[in-house]
């Protein structure tokens, strides 16, 4: 049995779910988040809990019971407390700023890039270095945070770049000095 697969998800005050078929919609305080699971799990509504089973043992089954679970558990957290991912700008003249909805990085290119990120999205920059991206959908959150830290990834040997706050950039040795 997976470890994971097997845990309820216990809903908290405020969310709702309805199980249609294969299609599960999760309604809380912050928004709704509706997505489609495979046929090969089931999803149940028991004593305000969700609870993930699968029939058999199969490969293809065993492989998508803890998935589902991780995946109604992101849904049921993002609806109630939502994801947040913070970037940190590590560089000199390296800054960001919001022009109207859009993301603009001034990250050392001959021009600012511009990111959209969407309705889904919430964007703030609290310092000009500092980039918080806030949402309900953890996936979304996560991609477009990588693709604003994919700009100008940092590099390890003065760690320069678009780094998450909780990475940890491994610096390398400069160059040694010249040999006789």
Do not use: C, W
């Not at 809990?49 to 699968?54: E, M």
């Not at 029939?55 to 049921?76: K, Y």
Request: aromatic letters at 4%; zero cysteines; hydrophobic letters at 40%.
């Amino acid at each position: 049995m997976s470890r994971i697969g097997k845990l309820p998800i216990v809903l908290p005050a405020g969310v709702s779910v309805a199980i249609d078929g294969h299609s599960v919609q999760v309604t809380g305080p912050k928004g709704v988040l509706k997505r489609e699971f495979s046929p090969l799990v089931d999803i149940a509504l028991e004593d305000n809990a969700l609870k993930v089973s699968r029939r058999s043992d199969q490969p293809a089954e065993r492989a998508l019971h803890g998935l589902t679970r991780s995946l109604l558990n992101n849904m049921v957290v993002g609806v109630s407390a939502g994801f947040q991912k913070k970037l940190n700008l590590v560089g000199v003249g390296y800054r960001a700023a919001l022009n109207g909805n859009k993301l603009a990085l001034s990250i050392g290119k001959s021009h600012p890039v511009e990111m959209d990120p969407g309705p889904d999205l919430k964007v703030e920059v609290p310092q000009p270095a500092v980039i918080l991206i806030s949402g309900i959908d953890k996936e979304k959150v996560g991609a477009f945070a990588a693709q604003v830290r994919e700009q100008r990834p940092p590099e390890p040997y003065k760690g320069k770049g678009i780094k998450y706050a909780d990475e940890v950039i491994r610096r390398k040795a400069g160059k040694s000095g010249a040999k006789k």
